[in-house]
């Protein structure tokens, strides 16, 4: 019916029915568009006739940059945050480091992003307010133009993130091996860096995987406001135009995505921990 | 202290007061203890859990971590007072001249990182042995301790090894620099009991093959028994009596070692009897005494032990007692 337009005759709405195989019954549907899948063949976009495996592929990269960018960020705040307020405990920097995770988890992306605009680009105009090109392009400008998505992404993990590090560091700073550590007269930073680090990253990783399998999915509201050309905004474009064969694919890319990271995540532990061999 | 005059003094703990300040009160743990570890020595603290006892040693190198602290005292090694070093200074001595064995050998070593590594980052922290050298060194002490395959289990991790050859390994780590003193807390009480009895073995004989010094705590009389040279005998963060380990098990002083004493069962002892129980609880260690802090348990009481906390008092050439009563 939208494809076809209002004013449109029934034949024609029987020739595109039958076209798309909308006159099978959905289990049908469903199980061809299945093989179809199995097959390398996502379909075409029912908007501009696009193949919907080239389309995603496309916007999958810039995703994949933000990802990439974003988580980046998050750890490098929340690795110092984490680590340094566990071990000076009472300080400026655990202090800031509550105030930190309190707020990070709290501002909602959209009002961060839209903030960041305001102030770094359109009051101090430091950086380029939105858009994206390629690195090969034009590197300096690719990079400013990261910054800002990347940091509005990687704030909320980083909170997360660094309050589930402050809280396994400041645990494993109570164990026993922590003790014969320091009671070997090893200094406090190889205590840290060989005895604590170590064991802390294995819960860290957890959530470190599910924060990234999240941003695979595209952040819809990130993407929205610096108008970044990833999963996320072409889902939300699929469901404004309702084309289903392009939201289909991409939230099969967005669910493929996440299960592979967690068994990235899966392998690292068994680097991590010497008790889980596979 | 007079007696024992022949030996030499390695380590002397003067006035050792610790507290730890939680949030809401303070727990007294150690008050005011004074002692001597001699050369050569097997020197036993034995109490009962919150006696004090660990805090006293862990005080020696200065391993306190908040919210306990040491409020008071000195630790005398090398003619020096450990708690006035620097952490670079007192780092030099944790581990090499004074090495500690801890209570869980399932807890005290590090899940992720290699038994071999455990060892032998002490051996290259605090020696100038090269790393070829410092690996054929740490083969060594893993087949010292009595462990088989040491080239194998230098590359295992701790969960790979049994709770007996994991103590064992934590024995190596304290070996591992040719530490004057050991000081083992507990170091029996989380094995069972024909471990423990090798454990036992394997320290007296590398305690007179490295020519250490051993402080070596516990709540079992009858183990001490048969490896101390003196006993120290500590409660509520005191000590009650201190003698050597003959004259303490046949000539207790101090009512609360005869009362300890009492309470070990015999297995000699046929008769149907009752074990003896010592009456009422430890005490609460928040509240600061003013007499003695054995007093609501005691049996041989008088008026002066509530109004006066008795001072360690000398009644023979071995033997300490904190008693105003002789008994």
């Known amino acids: 019916m939208i494809l076809a337009g209002p004013d449109a005759l029934p034949e024609q709405i029987e020739v595109i029915t039958k076209e798309l ?25 029912i908007i501009n006739g696009y193949p919907v495996f080239k389309l995603i592929s496309l916007k999958f990269v810039a995703t994949l940059e933000l990802a990439i960018s974003g988580l980046i960020i998050s750890l490098l705040i929340a690795f110092p945050l984490g680590i340094l307020s566990a071990i000076k405990r009472n300080g400026i920097i655990e202090k800031f480091t509550t105030i930190f995770t309190a707020l990070g988890q709290a501002i909602p992306t959209f009002w961060l992003g839209i903030l960041l605009v305001l102030v770094f680009s359109i009051k101090l105009r430091w950086l380029p307010p939105s858009g994206r090109i390629e690195f090969t392009e034009n590197p300096e400008l690719a990079f400013k133009l990261i910054i800002l998505p990347a ?30 550590a320091r009671a070997k007269g090893l200094s406090e930073w190889i205590v840290i860096i060989r005895h604590v680090i170590k064991n802390a990253l294995i819960p860290f990783v957890t959530v470190l995987g599910l924060q990234f399998g999240a941003f695979l999915g595209g952040s819809v509201v990130t993407e929205s406001i610096f108008d970044w050309p990833g999963l996320g905004r072409l889902m939300l474009q699929s469901i404004h135009t309702r084309d289903y064969p392009v939201l289909q694919g991409t939230i099969l890319v967005v669910v493929f995505g996440f299960v592979i990271v967690n068994l990235i995540i899966d392998l690292l532990y068994s680097f991590l921990d010497p008790k889980i061999r596979y | 202290m007079k007696r024992q005059i022949d030996k030499e003094i390695v380590l002397s703990v003067k006035n050792l007061i610790v507290k730890f300040f939680t949030k809401n009160k303070v727990v007294n743990a150690v008050n005011g203890i004074n002692y001597n570890l001699y050369k050569g020595e097997i020197l036993g603290i034995v109490g009962e859990s919150g006696s004090g006892k660990s805090v006293n ?58 038994i071999g590594t455990q060892i032998i980052e002490s051996i290259l922290k605090h020696t100038n042995i090269n790393k070829k050298n410092s690996i054929k060194r740490t083969l060594e002490l893993i087949n010292n301790v009595g462990i088989p395959s040491a080239k194998e289990r230098y590359f295992n991790h701790p969960h790979q090894l ?9 024995i190596a780590i304290g070996l591992s620099c040719d530490p004057k003193i050991l ?24 305690k007179i093959q490295y020519n250490m010094s051993i402080i070596w705590i516990t709540h079992d009389l009858g183990l001490l028994a048969g490896i101390a040279d003196r006993i120290i005998v500590m409660y509520a963060g005191r000590i009650m009596e201190e003698a050597n380990v003959i004259e303490l098990y046949e000539n207790p002083k101090h009512p609360y070692t005869k009362a300890l004493l009492q309470s070990t069962p015999d297995l000699n002892d046929d008769s149907e009897k009752k074990l003896h129980t010592i009456e009422g609880y430890p005490p609460d260690m928040t509240q600061e005494f003013v007499g003695c802090p054995f007093f609501d348990r005691c ?29």
């Open chain 1, 151 to 180: 940091f509005t992404l990687g704030v909320y993990t980083a909170s997360v993130l660094t309050r589930f590090l402050k809280t396994s560091v400041l645990e494993i700073l109570t164990l026993d091996y922590v003790l014969t």
């Open chain 2, 299 to 327: 049996l041989y009481k008088e008026n002066i032990c509530n109004q006066n906390n008795p001072d360690l008092r000398q009644v023979n050439t071995a033997h300490n007692i904190a008693c105003h009563i002789d008994i």
């Open chain 2, 57 to 114: 040693v862990l005080s020696i190198t200065n391993l306190i971590r908040p919210p306990g602290k040491i409020v008071e005292g000195e630790i005398i090694y090398d003619s020096k007072n450990i708690l006035n070093l620097s952490s670079k200074e007192l780092r030099k001595i944790r581990g090499k001249e004074i090495a500690n064995i801890f209570q869980d050998p399932m807890s005290s070593l590090n899940p992720v990182l290699k």
């Open chain 2, 183 to 206: 000081i083992a807390d507990e170091p029996t009480t989380a094995l069972d009991v024909t471990i423990q009895a090798q454990i036992v073995d394997l320290i007296q004989d590398l």
């Open chain 2, 162 to 170: 049994s709770g007996g050859m994991r103590q064992r390994i934590m």
């Open chain 1, 21 to 45: 195989g909308l006159d099978k019954p959905i289990i049908s549907q469903y199980f061809i568009w299945i093989s179809n899948i199995l097959m390398g063949d996502f379909g075409k976009s």
